[in-house]
């Protein structure tokens, strides 16, 4: 009884992980795979929202905590960017979309070692507050559609 507990517990673990695989297909998603290692991807992320001007205000990762219990998991790691400037704008038009900053990136690791960036776009996180920012949040979103994919075409980017 406890095996074929063993074997069922497996086969949903293994069936959940391979799920990590596909983020492609949702709405307002964006999805990038590279051929980069997860560690490489994360590096090259962070390096790009510096140079595109941007910061990186929070960052969790359920497989570095999972590493700090001794489980292995594949790499995974959310990186919230956002800036001031951007933020007093989103604030201006619409105090309810404060609650989608920071926008987020994804990086997660592929079974084949290479690793995916994902991200909604911002144009997609602020969709349902357009009524009440108006002009002036489309047109934030706009740029920030933008400026996350620069980040995203830098940090996929081949060396």
């Known amino acids: ?3 074929l507990a063993l074997v069922f517990i ?9 799920r990590a695989d596909g983020l492609s ?6 999805v990038l795979p590279t051929e ?7 590096d090259d992320l962070k390096s790009a929202i510096t140079d595109e001007g941007m910061l990186a205000v929070t960052q ?6 999972a590493k700090g219990r001794g489980i292995t998991i594949p790499g995974n790691r ?3 960017v956002y800036r001031n400037d951007y933020a007093v704008r989103m604030l201006e ?17 592929n079974a084949d070692g290479t690793a995916t960036l994902s991200w909604k ?19 934030l979103a706009g740029e920030l559609d933008q400026v996350f994919l620069s980040i995203a075409d830098k940090a996929v980017a081949s060396r």
């Open 36 to 42: 980069k290692s997860y560690t490489t991807l994360v």
């Open 121 to 139: 776009t911002p144009g997609f996180v602020f969709a349902p507050y357009m009524e009440e920012g108006g002009p002036a949040l489309q047109e």
């Open 1 to 3: 009884m406890r095996l």
């Open 78 to 80: 959310v990186i919230g």
């Open 10 to 18: 497996t086969s949903l673990l293994a069936a959940g992980l391979a």
């Open 60 to 65: 969790a990762s359920a497989s570095d905590g």
């Open 93 to 109: 038009a619409s105090v309810a979309a404060g609650i989608e900053a920071p926008i987020r990136f994804y990086v997660t690791e």
């Open 25 to 30: 297909g949702r709405e307002g998603w964006q």
